[in-house]
């Protein structure tokens, strides 16, 4: 269970600038829970793929986000690890995990032994770690492949691009049949849009799983409580962000739930378009 936020937009921008200084603190700070690792894959311009970098040492909060993501990007992801049991502090588990011209990175947990039978042959043997995560990215890349070759698509076509949002659903959709009360919180970043699957599942938060550590619960950061796994998007005509709890800016809302949400740009526009998962 770890920590993610996401800005997309019109114009390039660092994370500062993009969210706010003490928005980001807040973000950083978080590290100091979500401990084992941290990522970021960013679009530094409109049509370039996506970038990223990894690492499994904890985020510094003191240097915050400033030295580990310097690039202005129009579209940017950020992950905090929380490792689940059983997956190991290995730079191969640590997201954003980026294939195929997309990032992708997701907040949850459940059985990777019982999804691994979801995969294709390749989809399986394309595997690096040993986290659930990388198979619901694994999956989707299988359902784009799907779309794409339903539509007779041409992997640098439009509607090539477009088969990742039904991807996406059916992805989320094949997963909860699986896992009823998995968070299948995801977000998705292209060199065009960025797509954010908000399903929370009804888990409650790892309590056991900081207790274990050490931590003391009374003193965790705000959102480590039901709101854990509510996404939340802050939405301007030429920026949106979408983050999990913990992370306090101003017209903060949650997203629509067991849903998925495109942004695109038009016209210089962020334009969302949401539509329902099919559970």
Do not use: K
């Not at 979500?34 to 510094?60: I, N, Q």
């Not at 998995?182 to 699957?197: D, S």
């Not at 050490?214 to 939405?235: M, R």
């Amino acid at each position: 269970m770890s920590r993610m936020l996401a800005y997309f937009g019109a114009t390039a921008a660092t994370v500062v600038e993009a969210v706010g200084p003490d928005a980001a603190d807040q973000f950083a700070a978080l590290a100091l829970v979500h401990s084992d690792g941290w990522g970021t894959a960013w679009v530094g311009e409109p049509g370039a793929s996506p970038h990223a970098t990894r690492d499994t040492v904890p985020l510094d909060p003191a240097g915050g986000w400033g030295s580990r993501a310097p690039e202005p990007a129009v579209g940017r992801l950020l992950y905090l690890r929380f490792a689940s049991r059983g997956a190991a502090v290995r730079l191969e588990n640590v997201q954003p995990f980026v294939s195929d011209g997309i990032a992708f990175q997701h907040n949850g947990a459940f059985a990777r032994d019982r999804a691994l039978p979801l995969l294709s042959a390749s989809g399986r043997a394309a595997l690096r770690g040993t986290t659930d995560s990388e198979v619901y990215f694994r999956l989707t890349l299988d359902e784009v492949e799907g779309v794409a070759a339903r539509r007779h698509a041409s992997p640098s076509s439009a509607t090539y691009a477009a088969s990742l949002a039904d991807a996406m659903v059916a992805a989320a959709d094949a997963l909860r049949r699986l896992f009823p009360e998995a968070c299948l919180n995801a977000y998705a970043l292209t060199a065009e849009t960025l797509l954010v699957v908000h399903s929370a599942g009804t888990i409650s938060p790892p309590s056991a799983a900081f207790a274990s550590r050490g931590l003391d619960l009374a003193a965790l950061p705000s959102g480590h409580d039901e709101q854990y796994n509510v996404l939340l998007v802050h939405a301007e005509r030429e920026r949106v962000i979408v983050t999990t709890s913990g992370v306090s800016i101003a017209g903060l809302r949650p997203l629509p739930p067991d849903s998925l949400t495109v942004f695109e740009l038009v016209d210089g526009r962020v334009e969302a378009t949401n539509r329902l998962l099919g559970l």
